[in-house]
Nanobody, 120 residues
């Protein structure tokens, strides 16, 4: 059974910090990358940050310098450290695992989402 269990969301004031975690299990396929997406009300889901198995990272321009993604390959866990949070960071954050199913074919697993609210 595939599970992506997210934690760490919550309500913080502007300028605050949060650390999201996503513990995965039962993943079928070779993991290519793990990452975090977010979706704010009325907006499309967008990539926040991703990290490949080799450690290469990619960030949305809006979070560069404030968010840091990391992973523990042994634990199949991915983290998102968020500092200097802004009200516009408010969204549901989703954990994503992108896997290689076979040559030329990839698939995605998604977590259930965790709410991050930045407000005074």
């Amino acid at each position: 059974q595939v599970q992506l269990v997210e934690s760490g969301g919550g309500l913080v004031p502007p300028g605050g910090s949060l650390r999201l975690s996503c513990i995965t299990s039962g993943i079928i396929g070779s993991i290519y990358a793990m990452g975090w997406y977010r979706q704010a009300p009325g907006k499309q889901r967008e990539l926040v940050a991703a990290i490949t198995s080799g450690g290469s990272t990619n960030y949305a321009d809006s979070v560069k310098g404030r968010f840091t993604i990391s992973r523990d390959n042994a634990k199949n866990t991915v983290y998102l450290q968020m500092i200097s949070l802004k009200p516009e960071d408010t969204a549901v954050y989703y954990c994503n695992v992108n896997v290689i199913i076979r040559a030329g074919v990839r698939g995605d697993y998604w977590g259930q989402g965790t709410q991050v609210t930045v407000s005074s």
